[in-house]
């Protein structure tokens, strides 16, 4: 399997998710992603998975799915499944 992108941390502070993606650093304001993950409790946020490909990140609690790409305003060719 290809692995699109190497996430190593994600953490949250208030209304912002900071996560380092292929050895950089972002900062996401989770009110403009998902207003669902904005509402989540702090022990929800922190029970993620990244899925093998590094294609996306899942909330298995809130049934919440972002993608990478998505997040850092990337575009990326993906071979299927990218899952």
């Known amino acids: 399997m290809i692995r699109v992108h190497e996430v ?3 953490r949250f502070e208030g209304r912002h998710m900071s996560l380092v993606v292929d050895g950089q650093e972002y900062q996401v304001d989770l009110s403009l992603v998902s207003s669902v993950l904005l509402n989540a409790s702090a ?3 922190n029970r993620y998975e990244v899925t093998p490909s590094g294609y996306g990140i899942h909330w298995p609690e809130i049934d919440e799915d972002l993608t990478i790409d998505g997040l850092l305003g ?3 060719a993906c071979e ?3 899952g």
């Open 8 to 10: 190593s941390r994600i």
């Open 74 to 76: 990337l575009g990326h």
């Open 43 to 45: 022990e929800v946020r």
């Open 80 to 82: 299927s499944p990218c």
